[in-house]
């Protein structure tokens, strides 16, 4: 066994020491996401609670749910900066954007 394949030391055949960042975790990232969608109320505009889902975001691994959780940012704030008819296109946008994340967590925690 070689030691790009695996994480021991061929002199002491014990484990190396976990790295001191922490890990990014799918179930975390789904978790700050759902406690996001749940606190503004429908108001996916609203920049005030912006916050959970940069969490979400930094905490997913960098695959389909990083990406669709950064798009969501993105629609959040292009959201927020529009008035009238476009930012109720913009938030039409930012629900689509809502349930393609939805999906994505429930495609790796469906649940009973």
């Not at 695996?6 to 179930?27: C, E, N």
Request: with cysteine.
């Amino acid at each position: 066994m070689t030691e790009a394949r695996h994480a021991y030391s061929i002199t002491t055949m014990r484990a190396d020491p976990l790295p001191s960042k922490p890990q990014l975790s799918v179930f975390v990232a789904c978790h700050d996401f759902a406690s996001w969608n749940q606190s503004n109320d429908g108001k996916f505009a609203d920049l005030s609670k912006l916050g959970l889902l940069l969490t979400a975001s930094a905490s997913a691994p960098a695959r389909l749910l990083h990406q669709d959780l950064s798009t969501l940012e993105s629609d959040v704030t292009r959201a927020s900066k529009a008035s009238g008819n476009p930012q109720r296109a913009k938030e039409e946008m930012t629900l689509t954007a809502v349930y393609t994340v939805e999906r994505d967590c429930y495609s790796v925690n469906p649940g009973p």
